[in-house]
């Protein structure tokens, strides 16, 4: 069992810059596929980035390539989402999921955080 928890949503401005963590408890962290995902009003949720339980592998939709940094702190249990140069359409609902397979496709997750806003506006 995993249990997933963000923090670090707010409110930016466009161009602006934004730290999300997401703490787990749970022995087999470092064993697990982390992923975030974000889910805009009306809209899918939406793959953004995953890494590999060891941190080496990454992988990023084009949307945010070149902008956002996952990265994940297996001796913490947490993981990290960096956001830079932010624009009004990262705006959503942004969650942490942890897994066992390497995917973007959100059913293929098998533990969910609550979810952190980010509103990104002036």
């Known amino acids: 069992q995993v249990q997933l928890v963000e923090s670090g949503g707010g409110l930016v401005q466009p161009g602006g810059s934004l730290r999300l963590s997401c703490a787990a408890s749970g022995r087999t962290f470092s064993a697990s596929v982390m992923g975030w995902f974000r889910q805009a009003p009306g809209k899918e949720r939406e793959f953004v980035a995953r890494?590999?339980?060891?941190?080496?592998?990454?992988y990023y939709s084009d949307s945010v390539k070149g902008r956002f940094t996952i990265s994940r702190d297996n001796a913490k249990n947490k993981m990290y989402l960096q956001m830079n140069s932010l624009k009004p359409e990262d705006t959503a609902v942004y969650y942490c999921?942890?897994?066992?397979?390497?995917?973007?496709?959100?059913?293929?997750?098998?533990?969910w955080g609550q979810g952190t806003q980010v509103t990104v506006s002036s």
């Open positions: 890494i590999s339980g060891s941190g080496s592998w990454k």
């Open positions: 999921a942890a897994g066992v397979v390497v995917t973007t496709f959100p059913h293929d997750y098998d533990y």
